[in-house]
């Protein structure tokens, strides 16, 4: 039973537009949420975060906004780059819990 | 139907002991990784295995041996547990495969649920 699920495997984007990465969750007791970008033969790296006390959390050109009611979160970047072409992994937890739940990640592609 | 799993969830232990960590994919994918969380923003890569064959092997003490019976599972054994190996461990996996003169891999990763190991 996936609790977070990216149901876009890839997403391709002209460059300088918006990246919209959609991420969906099942238990309602997750209050944090995370995105982490992945580059090949990497790990993945933390990107940001939202709390649930928020619906919005912006750093630079990156914003994640969180739908607690439709149980529902995005990652905006805005203006896409081509740096941006990644792997983004949406991950969630539970109170001070670490353990953190990924999500199987979007591959996106940004379009010169 | 779980896609990674990981064997045990949790494990607490005393210093100097030895453990192992059990993952498996029932996905029919070529690659397994495990990873290292130290806090919730930070996750390293520790190694990763291809077709049972070493491919990653970050800066890790040779306390941490990774074992690939077959391609469906990746173990991993730790020597000598230190405090400092507290921590959460996820196992993942993804598939490779080969586009034209070189592999790239997918780099979508199915990742277990996470082994939270203490170690007092």
């Known amino acids: 039973d996936q609790q977070v699920k990216q149901n876009s495997p890839s997403l391709s984007v002209q460059e300088g537009r918006i990246s919209i990465l959609n991420c969906d969750y099942t238990n309602s007791m997750f209050d944090y949420f995370l995105w982490y970008k992945k580059y090949p033969a990497e790990g993945p790296t933390f990107l940001i975060s939202?709390?649930?006390?928020?619906d919005k959390n912006e750093d630079g050109r990156f914003t994640v906004f969180l739908n607690k009611s439709a149980k529902h979160l995005s990652l905006h970047i805005v203006p896409s780059q081509p740096g941006d072409s990644a792997v983004y992994f949406c991950?969630?937890?539970?109170?001070?819990?670490?353990?953190?739940?990924f999500g199987k990640g979007t591959r996106l592609h940004i379009l010169p | 139907d779980t896609a990674v799993s990981q064997t045990p969830k949790y494990l607490v232990t005393q210093m100097g002991n030895d453990k192992s960590i059990k993952c498996e994919q029932n996905l029919g994918h070529d690659t397994m990784y495990w990873y290292k969380q130290d806090s919730k923003k930070f996750l390293k890569i520790m190694f990763s295995y291809n077709n049972k064959e070493l491919i990653i092997n970050e800066t890790v003490p040779n306390r941490f041996s990774p074992k690939s019976p077959d391609k469906a599972h990746l173990n991993l054994h730790i020597n000598s547990l230190e405090l400092g190996d507290s921590a959460v461990y996820f196992c993942a996996s993804s598939q490779d495969w080969a586009l034209g003169l070189g592999k790239v891999s997918t780099d979508t990763q199915y990742f277990g649920p996470g082994t939270r190991l203490t170690v007092l």
């Open positions: 939202i709390s649930s006390i928020k």
């Open positions: 991950a969630a937890s539970v109170g001070r819990d670490d353990k953190i739940i």
